[in-house]
């Protein structure tokens, strides 16, 4: 009050803003399951965004596109930093086409099919189906007998593509017929006939002959002399 004065000294502590960081999300699509936010550090801190709902991320409720993922921190002595990373969520794409190889004779079991795969988000896997039982987690299959197969694929963001292969047989090399002249005879009653046994003479397929047919096997005296029948094998 006389115009004395006093001093005293004190210190003001200026803390740092806790060191917060967050990291990019690829590899989602609308189809991958809700996904569980772990890229920010310090752990502890709280997730905001489009499609974020209780640090979850939702890719079906976000839809397709790039979105700010905002990580916010608040350390022991109450301060409160954040950072911003991305989550990308891109269309499903998976594209599924083939290569075959048909059976080279009815029955065979050499058809195969080469199996090419576009469009995927990181790793996926492969199942096929088939007749008699078949399945295979390859990629590519072969050893196969004629009938429709199925491939079905689905990538890591869950997208998935099917495609349905039709294997049948190839069989377009005709069969080699090979035949011998022979001389018969006509009986008492001037008739004479002759099976295929009489005249083939070692015919082939590369895929076996089921059938053969001859032009004519029936004589008479009309036919008296040199007679044209024709080996069909099929």
Do not use: K, R
């Not at 988000?121 to 088939?130: A, D, L, N, Q, R």
């Not at 005709?174 to 295929?196: E, H, K, R």
């Not at 096997?217 to 094998?233: E, Q």
């Amino acid at each position: 009050a006389d115009g004395c004065t006093a001093m005293d000294d004190v210190y003001v502590v200026v803390l740092d803003l806790p060191t917060v960081s967050n990291s990019n999300i690829t590899d989602l699509s609308p189809s991958s399951s809700p996904l569980a936010l772990t890229t920010g550090s310090p752990t502890g801190g709280v997730y905001s965004g489009t499609g974020i709902s209780g640090n979850v991320f939702s890719p079906s409720a976000a839809g397709v596109g790039t979105f700010n993922s905002t990580y916010t921190y608040t350390d022991s002595a109450g301060c409160v930093n954040s950072d911003i990373g991305t989550i990308q969520v891109v269309p499903c794409a998976v594209a599924l086409s083939s290569t075959d190889v048909q059976t080279s004779c009815p029955g065979g079991t050499d058809g195969s099919i080469d199996l090419s795969i576009t469009g995927t988000i990181g790793s996926y896997s492969v199942s096929w189906t088939g007749p008699n039982g078949f399945a295979s987690t390859s990629e590519d299959v072969s050893a196969l007998a004629e009938g429709t197969y199925t491939a079905s694929v689905v990538d890591s963001s869950g997208c998935d593509a099917s495609l349905t292969v039709i294997i049948g047989s190839a069989d377009n090399t005709a069969p080699n017929a090979v035949a011998q002249d022979i001389t018969i005879y006509l009986d008492a009653n001037g008739l004479a006939s002759i099976g295929v046994s009489s005249i083939e003479n070692g015919s082939s397929d590369n895929c076996g002959i089921t059938n053969f047919a001859l032009s004519n096997a029936n004589f008479d005296c009309s036919n008296v002399g040199a007679n044209n029948v024709v080996l069909t094998a099929t």
